[in-house]
């Protein structure tokens, strides 16, 4: 006869194993309708983090006392609400375009869907090993359960930092000027010839990073850049060993709090340095490993990143769009075919033509550059159609086509309203002939421009608002 106590326990286990079912399928589901950017992704998305919630408040349910919840559940259920509580527009097309390989860049369309997957992968594997490893060293981890959260986050944001130093320090090296610099919600960038600072409470919880650098003078050798791109987890990797290996091997004279933290240090380091060397793409980009496996094997992608580089050191030499190596961006641009890889290439050699005075040229670049844009790279920053815009109005005379840009980039939501959208305003107006916004629109532009140094891309912006004035006072007298 089975007794009441064990009937009891095994009822327990039935539910919690249902339980545990109910969870995974919300989270498959919230995880296949995201992917598949259906509308009722919203609802599964936070149903799936409320489960969050409820797991810290299951203590408290069943024993109905109370108890310490976990803040780090707490937090993610609460985030994950607050994210999939905003009314947010998905297109399937944009989402279909970002995830997508393309040949030839050494990714594949299955490891970009499980990339973040296999991060995670491989960051609670040595977490695990971490914890292990506490347990068989007899060594005390913090009792705290906010302070493990506040553990989590230095060290990650620590790796981070150490990683985009490795980049910065050997960039600058190789000759190459820091333009940004992210570290979790902090972010340095230049913007219009002057720095500024940025802290984004999202990059707190994703504590990831980026390091932009350029040519100083429009020169870099491929293996400058590749040295550049390999040091960031080169610089893991060391750091990750040599903190195992004083854990292990010399932590003696360490007290157990440290020793756990510059465990978890290196654990974490080895784990994320591997899982940047695989080669993927996000939305973001490309990984580092992919950007490497790219260089080492030249053609198209190794022609890119070379070429944007390249195109960068505009923003602090005399490199105007006239000298760009027009051969290198063209043979990115067909090598490519697809996607913003291949859009930036067609953008950039629009600025070629334009500054070369190549009218017709700049007519059929600009048709390329559209085409692709509106096949396979639709999701681009509002920033990007200035140039639709400008290239409609000044090259074609097109006002249908010019106010056709100009309302995509307002759906995007404009923030930066710089020399270049008031250049782009003042060209829709002109089109339209509405001179006298035309002209206002204009000086707000030149009046941006001309607080620029005389430098190579800000030159080719004022000799592009010099061509437009000259239109201007054309249509003015006439």
């Known amino acids: 006869m089975t007794s009441p106590q064990r009937g009891h326990v095994s009822l327990l286990v039935v539910f919690y194993a249902a339980m545990l079912l109910a969870f995974a399928g919300v989270f498959v589901t919230a995880w296949w309708f995201s992917f598949k950017a259906r509308p009722s992704a919203r609802v599964w998305g936070i149903a799936a983090s409320s489960q969050y919630l409820f797991t810290a408040l299951l203590p408290i349910i069943l024993s109905h006392h109370l108890h310490p919840v976990n803040p780090m559940l707490v937090a993610m259920g609460a985030m994950g609400c607050v994210a999939f509580g905003k009314r947010v527009k998905v297109k399937l097309t944009a989402h279909i ?17 499980v990339a973040q997957a296999v991060t995670f992968g491989l960051s609670l594997g040595a977490y695990l090993w971490w914890q292990g490893w506490l347990k068989t060293s007899h060594v005390t981890a913090l009792d705290s359960a906010w302070a ?43 913007r219009d010839a002057r720095w500024e600072f940025e802290f984004k409470p999202k990059g707190l919880i994703l504590a ?19 040295s550049m791109m390999a040091a960031g987890s080169l610089v893991n990797m060391l750091s990750g060993s040599l903190a195992l290996y004083i854990a292990i091997h010399a ?42 496996l790219q260089l080492l094997a030249g053609g198209a992608f190794a022609e890119f990143h070379l070429s944007v580089a390249r195109i960068g050191s505009s923003l602090v030499s005399s490199l105007r769009p006239r000298d760009y190596d027009i051969g290198s961006i063209r043979a990115a641009a067909r090598g490519i075919a697809s996607g913003r890889q291949a859009l930036l290439m067609w953008l950039y050699a629009f600025s070629h033509s334009i500054d070369s005075g190549k009218t017709q040229e700049a007519d059929d670049v600009l048709a390329n550059a559209e085409l692709v844009c509106l096949q396979s790279a639709s999701n681009i920053p509002a920033e990007l159609h200035t140039t639709f815009i400008f290239g409609n109005a000044l090259v074609r005379r097109d ?12 759906a995007k939501n404009p923030t930066r309203f710089n020399a270049d959208y008031w250049r782009a305003e003042s060209a829709l107006h002109w089109i339209e002939g509405n001179l006298e916004e ?26 592009c608002g010099t061509l437009l004035k000259r239109e201007l006072d054309l249509s003015a007298v006439a």
């Not at 150490?162 to 902090?186: D, S, W």
């Not at 006002?399 to 307002?410: E, G, I, K």
């Open 399 to 410: 006002p249908v086509a010019t106010r056709f840009w100009w309302n995509r980039m307002q």
């Open 208 to 226: 990831d990073g980026i390091t932009a650098l350029i040519p100083g003078n429009g020169e870099l050798r491929p293996w400058q850049y590749l």
């Open 438 to 463: 035309a002209n206002a629109a204009w000086e707000k532009s030149h009046a941006l421009v001309e607080q620029l140094p005389q430098v190579g891309a800000y030159d080719f912006s004022r000799h």
């Open 148 to 190: 493990r959260f506040a553990l989590t986050l230095v060290v990650l944001l620590s790796i981070t930092s150490i990683h985009e130093t490795g980049h910065a320090i050997v960039g600058m090296i190789c000759g190459m000027k820091l333009r940004a610099f992210f570290i979790g919600p902090f972010q340095w960038r230049i």
């Open 251 to 292: 932590g003696f004279a360490l007290s157990a709090p440290v020793l756990g933290v510059v465990a978890l240090f290196g654990a974490w380091s080895l784990g994320l340095a591997a899982a940047n060397l695989l080669p993927f793409r996000t939305p973001q980009g490309y990984s580092d490993g992919a950007i490497v």
């Open 97 to 113: 375009e970002e995830v997508i390989s393309i040949p030839g860049d050494f990714t594949s369309r299955h490891v970009n869907r």
